[in-house]
């Protein structure tokens, strides 16, 4: 079945830049999501179509990609970006979608 | 305003059956897709499956199909997630989601979580 691949944890200081990633053989064919949760609430979208930011979600946070990897850069890290972020996205055909594994990250 | 309620917590037997609840207000809900995802006790998004209201045309994960059961009733715009016998792996918080759109593989809105705890 096919899989999402991310680091399970990233560490910043406030201010610093923090970069998550999302490795996927299908990425290049299909638009990768980001969704941040912090604990015992449901998930957020944050990035959507590989680099859309969503009404209200600010703009430090931020999507790229390149061939199988998908990036989210949160700039200028805040206490409160402290979450863990799911990329999502679809089997190459389109019909399974999957999620990462998730990361944690951590403000130090 | 968009709007995914789902049904209260439940604390269920081994071999016991489930049906928990997703109410969607706030939109056409024979025109979005609906849903499902778990999430165990201290573990990731799972995606289990989804359902188009308006024909019930749906789909499951590999991983979940067999094992559960998704259902729409259009009449009270409400989804629904099943289980006929249910085992202590099946613990875990379940989560509805709204599909943004036909030609996009993402969720927009959420409902708030339905945990479900299987213990003998």
């Known amino acids: 079945s096919y899989e999402l691949t991310q680091p399970p944890s990233v560490s910043v200081s406030p201010g610093q830049t923090a970069r998550i990633t999302c490795s996927g053989d299908?990425?290049?064919?299909?638009?990768a999501y980001w969704y941040q949760q912090k604990p015992g609430q449901a998930p957020v979208l944050v990035i959507c179509?590989?680099?859309e930011r969503p009404s209200g979600i600010p703009e430090r946070f931020s999507g790229s990609s390149s061939g199988t990897t998908v990036t989210l850069t949160i700039s200028g890290v805040q206490a409160e970006d402290e979450a863990d972020y799911y990329c999502?996205?679809?089997?190459?055909?389109?019909?399974?979608?999957?999620f990462g594994g998730g990361t944690k990250l951590t403000v130090l | 305003e968009v709007q995914l309620v789902q049904s209260g917590a439940e604390v269920k037997k081994p071999g016991e059956s489930l049906k928990i609840s997703c109410k969607g207000s706030?939109?056409?809900?024979?025109?979005?897709?609906i849903g499902w995802v778990r999430q165990m006790p201290g573990k990731g998004l799972e995606w289990m499956g989804i359902?188009?209201?308006?024909?019930?045309?749906?789909r499951y994960s590999p991983s979940f199909q067999g094992q559960v059961t998704i259902s729409a009733d259009k009449s009270i715009s409400t989804a629904s997630l099943q289980w006929s016998s249910l085992k202590a792996s099946d613990t875990a918080m379940y989560y509805c989601?709204?599909?943004?759109?036909?030609?996009?593989?993402?969720?927009?809105?959420w409902g708030q979580g339905t945990l479900v705890t299987v213990s003998s």
């Open positions: 359902i188009y209201p308006g024909d019930s045309d749906t």
């Open positions: 706030g939109f056409t809900f024979t025109n979005y897709w």
């Open positions: 299908a990425l290049p064919k299909q638009y």
């Open positions: 989601a709204r599909r943004a759109t036909v030609t996009t593989n993402h969720f927009d809105y």
């Open positions: 999502q996205s679809a089997d190459s055909s389109g019909t399974y979608w999957v």
């Open positions: 179509k590989d680099s």
